[in-house]
Structures are given as C-alpha cells and as structure tokens.
C-alpha cells in the first residue's frame, strides 16, 4: 500500500467490517455510539463501515471491546468471509 492516503477498502478490510456491522446489528448500537466508545469521529467511523477507508488494526482493538466480542473472533470471521468473497471474485473473472 503506498504511504499517501487511504484509498478503499480491500477484501479483508471490507470483511472486517461486514463483520463489524452484523455485530452492530445484534447488539443494536449506532455507528454514532460505537464512533463514541471509540474515542473517534462519526465521521471516521461512519468511512470505515462504508469501506470508503480501511480500518486500522487499532480501530479493530477498540471496536472488539465496545462490542465484548475478542479480537481474534472478529478477525476469524472476516477472514471466513474473505475468503468467500475471494472465491466469487475469482469464479466471476474465469
């Protein structure tokens, strides 16, 4: 990744947040309250969910606590996804 600025989100970053957003879902917090636990903008939080911008591994940290859900799930379950994604994406170019 070039040091310029962040551009959209890859497969894995995009899963992570798919991730994010489901768990968000269940239970029933805001992009503004989880911006909030975060210590971080609605503004930044809002691009990170939309994929418009990666989220950093500090974010994960800080976004696994305020849902009570370990760093190491998140991360299993959007590699998962990835991984489904990747496959589609692949099937889809052959």
Do not use: C, W
């Not at 990744?1 to 962040?6: I, L």
């Not at 798919?18 to 691009?47: C, E, F, P, T, W």
């Not at 940290?61 to 489904?84: G, H, R, T, W, Y």
């Amino acid at each position: 990744m070039s040091s310029g600025s962040m551009g959209r989100s890859g497969v894995m970053a995009s899963s992570m947040s798919a991730v994010i957003r489901d768990d968000m879902g269940r239970h029933r917090l805001s992009g503004n309250r989880l911006a909030a636990m975060a210590g971080v903008s609605q503004n930044y939080m809002a691009k990170r969910l939309r994929d418009d911008a990666p989220l950093t591994l500090d974010d994960v940290e800080v976004i696994s606590a305020a849902l009570d859900v370990p760093v190491l799930a998140l991360f299993n379950e959007s590699a998962q996804l990835a991984e489904k994604r990747r496959v589609v994406i692949i099937r889809d170019t052959n």
